[in-house]
C-alpha cells in the first residue's frame, strides 16, 4: 500500500498541478484574466442568482387556451370546408376538446367526410418526419352527425411544438433586454425557465415575458352601436366588444375578420412623431403584408381601424388616405419604456399559447454580495478550526491530513469549473460541510493506525494496515452519502441541485486524496524520517481504551427514543412544521431599511393599507431588515400582483432585496418531490447496505435512519424553523450522514464477527463500538466544527437549513451508536462468513480495546 511507482507518481502531482491551475482562475477578476494569454485557463465558477442576484422566473404553458384555439381552427376550418364543398350543415359547434356539426342531407354526409378528411389525416412529427400520429379523431355517433375529437397524443404535440417555439420567442425577449448569459430552457413537458443574473429590474423581465403580444390589426365596425352592444353584453355574430388601454378603457366593436396579423412583422422600433413629440413604435411588413394591408385601406379610406395587441385596443385611428409602402406606426399612451418594450415585443413575434408565471426567484445585488461575503467568511473560518483541531489531535498526521485537505478544495473548485457548474449558497455550504467530511477518511486511517501499533504491529505494518484496512469502509460509507447527494440532484431544484452536485464532487474527490494523495505523503514521510512511533497530537478527546458498556443500557436507550420519537409525530399532527413558501405557496419579501431599523409594525400597516392580506412580518438577521411573508392570494395565483401592490407600498423607505413567488401547483409538486426523494434515498441506501452486508445490517440502518428523520421533524416542529427545500436537502444529507457513520460501525462489526467467532453478541458489539468511538467521536465534532462557523457566519438565508444539520450531525451519531449497533440482537445477527488466517483472527492485543462481559 505504500510503495508507488513513478509514473503513479507523476500522475498524482500532475492531478494535483491540474486542479491547482483549473482552480486558480477563481481567484482573479475577470479584467486580470482577460489579460492573461489564451492558452491559460480562463474558466470560473458561474455564481448562482442568491450570490450575484437576478431573477428566476419558471413559466407555464396554458395547457387549456392552447387546446381551445385549436379547437376554434378546426372549427373554422370545418366551417369553410364545407361550404367550398357546398354541403348544408347546422348545429356547428367546439366545447372541451370536441367539435360537431349536423350535415342537413344525409345524402351529403360522404361528400361532408371526404371534404374533411384532412382534419383527420395523420400529423408528422419527431425528426425529420420520422413518426406521425393522429391528432384527431372523427366519430359519427348518430347518422348525419359528425364528432371529430383531439386525442392526448394530439394536444401533446402541440404543447410540444408550442413550449418549443415559445423558447424560442422568449430567448429573442430576454436577449434584446441586453442582459448577459441568462439561461433559458425547457422544464418538463410545459414549463420554460429563465434565469437573468445580474438584472436590475426584475418587474420589467416579467411584464415582457408575462405578455402574449398576439398583434393584429382589425376594422373597427362603425355599422352597430357598441353602447347598445355593452349594454346587452353581446356582440352581433361578426364583432366582438374590446377595451382600449385608456384610463378610463373605451370599448370599439371589432370586427372578428383579421387584416394583417403580427407574423406579417419584419421589424419594429420605437421612436418619436416628428409632429408631437411622443413615443411611438414604427413597423414595416413584409410584402404579404403590405400587399394585405395596402388593399384593406384603399378599401376603407375614412374608417377606424384597431390595432390590436392581446385583445385591447391599443389604438384606432382614421384611415385617411391609403397606407400603400408597408410601414406604419403605432401611437398611444406610451412612455418611451413601454414603446421600447412593445417594440420588442413585435421584434421577438407572438408566443403561440398564453404563459403563467408560477414560480418566482429575485435577489438584489448587494443581497448577492452579502451571501458571498457570508460565504466567505464560514467557509475561513470553519477551515481554521478544523485545521486547527486536526493538528491538535494529530500533530504531523493532522498537518498531513490539513495539506490533502486543501489539495480537495482546489479539485472541487476546479471540477466546478470545468463542469460549467453554478455556485450557490447552498452550494458553498456543501464545500463547508465538505471540510468537515473530508477528515472523516484521515481521521479513519489515522485511527486505525494507532490501533495497530496498539496491537504491537511495526511502524511500516501500522502504516500499511492503516491504509488497507480502512479501504473497504471509506468506501462503503462515503457511497451512502454519494447515493443521497445523487437523489437530491435528480429529485432537487434550483440551488438544492447545487448543493447536491458540490456534495458529490467533495465525496469523490476526498477518496482520491485519502487514498493516493495523504498515502504518498505519508510514505514519503516514512521513507525520509523513518520515525519508530506514530506522531501524536496535543490532546484527545476519547482515551485509547475504553470499556463503555452500551449493549447494558440499550433497552432504556430504546424506550427514551421510542419516547421522543412519538412525540415528536405527536407535535407533527398537532403543532406542524412551519412551512416555507416551497410547499405551501405564497410570496417572500425581504426588505432592508434605507434609515434606521425596520420598523415591524409599520411595514404590516402599510402592506394592509395596500390591500394586501394574510402577512406575517419578523425581524431578520439585522436589525436593519424584514421579512414579509404573504399568503397565497386565489384571485392573483401568479402573486404578481401582489408583490407589485407589496413593492409600490414600501418603496420609499425599504429596499427590496429577496423576492421570492411560488403558485400552488409549483408548491404541492415540491412537496411531492421531497417525500419521494426521502422515500428513494432510504429505498436505495436500503439496498447497498443489504448488498454489502446482511438484511439484519440492512434493517438495522434504516430503523436507526427513521429515527434521525423523525427526531429531526421534531426539532424542527420545537423549534419552528422554517421548513422548506433546502430542509429537506438537510435532511437527505443527515441521511447520508447518519448512514456513513452507522456503516463504519457495521463494517467494524461484520470485522469482529470473522475474528471472533465464539464471543457473544453483545460482547461483540460493545467491543465494535468502543474500537469505533474514537473515530466516530472526531469526524462529528471537526463536522460539526464547520457546520457551526456556518451557522454563525453564513447568514440568515441558510440557517435553518445550517441548524437542521447540527442537530442532525449530533443525532445521527448518537443513533449509530445506541441504535444501529443494538438492533442487530433483536434481529439475532449471527456470523456467516468463513473462516479466515488465524492471524487475522486474533484476539485484541494487550492493550487494545478490551472484552467486556456478555450481556
Request: net charge positive; charged share 20%; glycine share 8%.
Given at each position: ?8 507518481t ?18 482573479f477578476p ?41 379547437v ?12 367550398d ?7 356547428l ?24 378528411v ?9 425528426l425529420?418526419?420520422?413518426g406521425?400520429l393522429t ?12 364528432r ?17 417555439k ?31 443574473p445580474g ?34 353584453g ?11 388601454t ?5 370599448p ?12 406579417d ?13 411622443e ?7 413584409d ?20 390595432i390590436?395587441?392581446?385583445n ?16 406604419g406606426q403605432?401611437s ?26 408560477v414560480?418566482?426567484?429575485t ?11 457570508a ?8 477551515s481554521?478550526l478544523?485545521?486547527?483541531?486536526m ?6 498526521l ?9 489539495v ?10 470545468l ?17 468537515g467530511?473530508?477528515?472523516d ?5 489515522y ?19 492503516g491504509?488497507?484496512r480502512?479501504?473497504?469502509?471509506i468506501?462503503?460509507?462515503?457511497i ?28 469523490l ?20 524520517s ?6 501524536k ?22 424506550v ?12 407533527l ?45 419578523q ?12 399568503g397565497?392570494?386565489?384571485?392573483d ?30 408548491s ?7 417525500v ?10 436500503l439496498?447497498y447496505?443489504w448488498v ?11 430503523i ?12 424542527l416542529?420545537?423549534?419552528?424553523l422554517e421548513f ?13 450522514y ?32 468502543n ?17 457551526l462557523a ?8 441558510i ?5 437542521s444539520?447540527l442537530?442532525?450531525?449530533?443525532i ?8 444501529a449497533a ?6 439475532h ?15 485484541p ?6 472484552q467486556?462481559?456478555?450481556?
Open positions: 500500500m505504500l510503495y508507488f511507482s513513478r509514473w503513479k507523476v500522475l498524482i502531482w500532475l492531478s494535483v498541478l491540474a486542479s491547482v491551475i483549473f482552480a486558480a482562475p477563481n481567484l475577470k479584467a486580470t484574466l482577460e489579460k492573461l494569454p489564451d492558452w491559460l485557463p480562463k474558466t470560473q465558477m458561474t455564481l448562482g442568482l442568491d450570490l450575484q442576484g437576478g431573477s428566476h422566473i419558471l413559466l407555464q404553458l396554458d395547457r387549456k387556451s392552447l387546446v381551445d384555439e385549436r376554434a381552427a378546426i372549427r373554422d376550418e370545418i366551417r369553410s370546408k364545407l361550404r364543398a357546398r354541403v348544408g350543415y347546422t348545429g359547434s367546439g366545447s372541451g376538446k370536441t367539435v360537431q356539426v349536423r350535415i342537413r342531407d344525409k345524402s351529403q354526409v360522404d361528400a361532408a367526410k371526404k371534404a374533411l384532412d382534419l383527420t389525416n395523420p400529423v408528422q412529427s419527431g425529420f418526419g420520422g406521425s391528432e384527431t379523431t372523427l366519430e359519427e355517433p348518430e347518422p348525419g352527425l359528425l371529430f375529437t383531439l386525442t392526448d397524443e394530439g394536444i401533446n404535440y402541440r404543447v410540444s411544438s408550442a413550449l418549443t415559445s423558447i424560442e420567442v422568449v430567448s429573442r425577449r430576454v436577449n434584446e433586454l441586453g442582459t448577459t448569459e441568462p439561461i433559458i430552457q425547457r422544464q418538463g413537458t410545459d414549463r420554460i425557465l429563465v434565469q437573468v438584472l436590475q429590474d426584475p418587474q420589467r423581465l416579467k411584464e415582457i415575458l408575462g405578455k402574449t403580444a398576439k398583434l393584429t390589426f382589425q376594422m373597427v365596425d362603425q355599422s352597430n352601436s357598441v353602447e347598445d352592444a355593452v349594454k346587452s353581446r356582440a352581433p355574430a361578426s364583432d366582438t366588444i374590446m377595451y382600449s385608456d384610463n378610463p378603457p373605451v370599439y366593436l371589432i370586427e372578428n375578420r383579421v387584416i394583417v396579423s403580427g407574423e412583422l419584419v421589424d419594429a422600433q420605437s421612436g418619436f412623431d416628428q409632429r408631437t413629440g413615443p411611438i413604435v414604427s413597423f414595416r411588413f410584402n404579404k403584408g403590405a400587399t394585405r394591408f395596402g388593399i384593406a385601406s384603399q378599401q376603407n379610406v375614412g374608417k377606424l381601424f384597431a390590436i395587441l392581446d385591447k385596443v391599443i389604438s384606432a385611428p382614421v384611415i385617411r388616405e391609403p397606407i400603400l409602402g408597408g410601414t403605432i398611444g399612451n406610451f412612455t418611451v419604456q413601454s414603446a421600447n418594450d412593445l417594440a420588442v415585443l413585435l421584434r421577438a413575434g407572438a408566443l403561440p399559447a398564453n404563459l403563467t408565471i414560480e418566482e426567484r435577489v438584489g445585488p448587494g443581497l448577492g454580495q452579502d451571501s458571498i461575503n460565504g466567505k467568511m464560514s467557509a475561513v473560518i470553519g481554521i478544523v485545521v486547527v483541531f493538528i491538535g489531535a494529530y500533530g504531523l493532522g498537518w498531513i491530513a490539513n495539506f490533502a485537505l486543501l480537495n478544495l482546489a479539485m472541487i473548485v476546479a471540477a466546478l469549473s463542469l460549467g457548474a453554478t455556485l450557490t449558497l447552498p452550494g458553498i455550504a456543501g464545500i463547508v460541510l465538505t471540510v467530511m473530508a477528515v477518511s484521515n481521521v479513519l486511517i485511527e486505525r493506525m494507532r490501533e495497530e501499533q496498539r496491537n504491537g504491529r511495526s511502524m511500516i505494518q501500522t502504516l500499511d494496515l491504509f488497507g480502512a479501504l473497504a469502509t468506501v462503503d460509507s462515503n451512502t452519502t454519494l447515493i443521497a447527494a445523487v437523489v437530491l440532484f435528480f429529485l432537487g431544484s434550483g440551488p438544492v441541485r447545487g448543493f447536491a452536485v458540490t456534495l458529490a464532487i467533495g465525496i474527490t476526498t477518496l482520491f486524496t485519502a487514498f493516493t494523495f495523504t498515502r504518498w505523503v505519508v510514505a514519503a514521510w516514512y521513507r525520509r523513518r520515525p519508530k512511533q506514530l506522531p497530537g496535543y490532546f484527545r478527546l476519547v482515551p485509547e481504551v475504553t470499556r463503555i458498556p452500551f449493549m447494558k443500557v440499550r433497552l432504556q436507550v430504546f427514551l427514543s421510542l419516547c421522543l420519537c412519538v412525540a415528536s409525530v405527536g407535535l399532527f398537532t403543532k406542524g412544521l412551519n412551512f416555507g413558501i416551497d410547499f405551501t405557496g405564497g410570496t417572500i419579501v425581504e426588505v432592508r431599511a434605507k434609515a434606521g431599523q425596520a420598523d415591524v409594525g409599520d411595514i404590516r400597516q402599510k402592506l394592509i393599507e395596500a390591500g394586501i392580506k394574510e402577512i406575517q412580518v425581524g431578520f438577521g439585522d436589525k436593519s431588515d424584514a421579512l414579509i411573508r404573504i397565497a392570494d386565489p384571485n395565483a401568479a402573486g404578481s400582483v401582489t408583490v407589485q401592490k407589496a413593492q409600490q407600498a414600501l418603496s420609499s423607505n425599504y429596499t427590496i432585496r429577496r423576492t421570492e413567488l411560488v403558485g400552488p401547483t409549483v404541492s409538486e415540491l412537496a411531492k418531490g421531497a419521494l426523494g426521502i422515500l428513494a434515498a432510504l429505498g436505495a441506501i439496498v447496505v454489502r452486508f446482511e438484511w439484519q445490517f440492512a434493517i438495522g440502518a434504516i436507526a435512519t427513521i429515527n434521525d428523520i423523525t427526531l429531526t421533524l421534531g426539532f416542529v420545537v423549534t419552528q422548506d427545500l433546502s430542509t429537506v436537502a438537510a435532511i437527505l444529507t443527515i441521511v447520508g447518519s448512514l456513513n457513520d452507522t456503516v463504519v460501525i457495521y463494517d467494524r462489526v461484520r470485522e469482529n464477527l470473522r475474528r471472533f467467532k465464539k464471543m457473544p453478541l453483545g460482547q461483540l458489539l460493545d467491543l465494535s463500538d474500537e469505533m468511538l474514537a473515530r466516530t467521536t472526531m469526524t462529528s465534532v471537526t463536522t460539526f466544527l464547520a457546520l456556518l451557522y454563525l457566519f453564513g447568514g440568515e438565508v440557517r435553518s437549513f445550517v441548524a444539520m442537530f442532525g450531525v449530533f445521527g451519531t448518537f443513533s449509530s451508536i445506541f441504535i443494538p438492533i442487530l440482537i433483536v434481529f445477527l449471527r456470523p456467516t462468513w468463513t473462516a479466515v488466517p488465524d492471524e487475522v483472527a486474533e484476539a492485543a494487550k492493550g487494545g480495546a478490551q467486556l462481559p456478555s450481556k
